[in-house]
């Protein structure tokens, strides 16, 4: 493969730290790392839904960012005011400052770099957040910025095929040799092979795929270690 397209939210960093650390300083610091596992999972899911929404203008950003952690405590119990839930939502942007790669994926990062591989960022979210993490990250260190693609930007959003068509596009790549690296099957997996892309799926929490979907990835991995073993055995040599 020539060109590899990467996620960011816990694709490239372990996003639940963010979430563990916020629900025990706000919440309860007496819950089990389980118990708040699970809240963290059902967060994902929630905001997969409510970005949908806020997408079609059916809710504002903010609603969607704080509906999501509203909706994910409700589920195990917890109920919290709307205040509280925006309380949630800016502390976790403040734990997010703190977030760092997977070792394994900057050693793969670099790896990619050091072969001349095409490399870019394609990522769903507000357009200023997203950066945040990504300069915290310091992506930059291998992926140029012309090659860093937020929907918020453009206000098209996976899985929709235009926006991977719109990155195929800027890079000039050929979808035949383009791999695209996500940790949503819904969001990156389906619209990546839509798009005729190949698709790695980072399944870190083992996830299920939709069984009725007719996509399915190309590879399946459960770590970062993975990852990396399969990226620079298959794709890079």
């Known amino acids: 493969m020539e060109t590899i397209i990467f996620d960011v939210d816990d694709t490239l960093y372990d996003q639940a730290l963010s979430f563990h650390e916020t629900f025990k300083q706000l919440i309860d610091d007496s819950y089990s790392y389980q118990a708040i596992d699970a809240v963290y999972r059902a967060s994902r899911h929630y905001s997969e839904q409510l970005f949908d929404q806020s997408e079609r203008g059916e809710i504002t950003v903010l609603e969607w960012q704080a509906g999501r952690f509203k909706l994910a405590l409700l589920d195990s119990g917890v109920e919290i005011d709307d205040e509280t839930a925006l309380q949630f939502h800016q502390l976790y942007k403040e734990h997010q400052a703190a977030i760092t790669l997977f070792p394994e994926v900057?050693?793969?990062?670099?790896?990619?770099?050091?072969?001349?591989?095409?490399?870019?960022?394609?990522?769903?979210?507000?357009?200023?957040?997203?950066?945040?993490?990504?300069?915290?990250?310091?992506?930059?260190?291998?992926?140029?910025?012309?090659?860093?693609?937020?929907?918020?930007?453009?206000?098209?959003?996976?899985?929709?095929?235009?926006?991977?068509?719109?990155?195929?596009?800027?890079?000039?790549?050929?979808?035949?040799?383009t791999v695209y690296v996500g940790d949503s099957f819904e969001k990156d997996i389906v619209g990546a092979k839509r798009a005729g892309w190949h698709a790695v799926w980072m399944n870190h929490r083992n996830r299920q795929a939709d069984p009725n979907s007719p996509y399915q990835a190309d590879q399946e991995v459960h770590s970062a270690k993975a990852l990396f073993d399969y990226l620079k055995n298959e794709h890079v040599n």
Not at 114 to 143: V, Y
Request: charge should be negative; aromatic fraction near 6%.
């Open 106 to 177: 900057e050693a793969l990062l670099e790896t990619l770099h050091q072969e001349n591989k095409q490399l870019a960022i394609l990522t769903n979210g507000e357009e200023a957040h997203q950066q945040m993490k990504i300069d915290r990250l310091a992506l930059n260190r291998w992926i140029p910025e012309a090659n860093i693609f937020i929907s918020g930007t453009y206000g098209i959003a996976k899985p929709k095929e235009e926006i991977f068509k719109l990155v195929e596009d800027k890079l000039g790549a050929d979808p035949n040799q």
